[in-house]
């Protein structure tokens, strides 16, 4: 079975680009996560979406960051404009549930030059 | 207080040797509690969930101390694959939290 599948996997980009972050979940998982793992702060969640409905968006940085879900199988995280400060790994991750089991993608490797 | 913490280590044990891990968390109210593990450069996966009377697999055993807020991992017998890095996670107000993890480095 397919799990949760990330493009791209590596992405560098120069400060001011737009850079979009492509997520599909595992088919029949109503909760789709996405998370920024740096070495500092460890792994953090940006916002956590419930049947394609964003619940909880707390953690997204600020107005730079934007996530949407248009249905059940596809996800995007944008930045624009990207920031050197953003250089970091971003990781999906889907379940059946908030508090379910949840199920990671490979990941994107983001650097912001 | 951080709402999940962990000793970052690094761990660093003998093949062959028993090496434990504990986790402290905030909310009292939490219910979810799962250990996952990360290699280096790849995604968290989950290694097992953690249930109020302990559970056991195989070489892994975790268990859960409500009055004191805390879980644990125990590895038995270490394997040079068990190298890599531990994330307790926990809910909380919702959402599971993860911890930033203890890196364990097994030795030949």
């Known amino acids: 079975d397919a799990g949760v599948i990330q493009s791209p996997r590596h992405e560098v980009t120069e400060m001011g680009q737009e850079v979009t972050l492509r997520c599909k979940p595992i088919s029949g998982h109503n909760s789709l996560f996405w998370y920024r793992q740096t070495m500092m702060r460890g792994l953090e969640l940006l916002i956590y979406?419930?049947?394609?409905?964003?619940?909880?968006d707390s953690g997204m940085p600020e107005d730079r960051f934007s996530a949407k879900m248009p249905n059940a199988s596809f996800s995007t995280l944008k930045i624009q404009p990207s920031e050197p400060r953003d250089s970091a790994v971003y990781f999906c991750a889907s379940s059946f549930g908030p508090l379910q089991t949840q199920y990671f993608g490979p990941g994107t490797r983001l650097t912001v030059l | 207080r951080k709402e999940v913490e962990q000793d970052p280590g690094p761990f660093n044990v003998p093949e062959g040797a028993t090496v434990a891990f504990n986790c402290t968390y905030s909310?009292?109210?939490?219910?979810?509690f799962f250990w996952y593990r990360q290699d280096c450069r790849k995604e968290p996966k989950l290694l097992m969930s953690v249930y109020s009377s302990g559970n056991e697999d195989g070489r892994f055993t975790a268990q859960l101390n409500r009055a004191s807020q805390y879980i644990s991992l125990l590895i038995r017998d270490s394997k040079l694959s068990d190298s890599a890095t531990y994330l307790c996670?926990?809910?909380?107000?919702?959402?599971?939290?993860f911890g930033k993890g203890t890196k364990l480095s097994v030795k030949p």
């Open positions: 909310n009292s109210a939490s219910q979810s």
């Open positions: 996670v926990v809910d909380a107000w919702g959402n599971l939290i």
């Open positions: 979406f419930n049947n394609n409905v964003p619940i909880d």
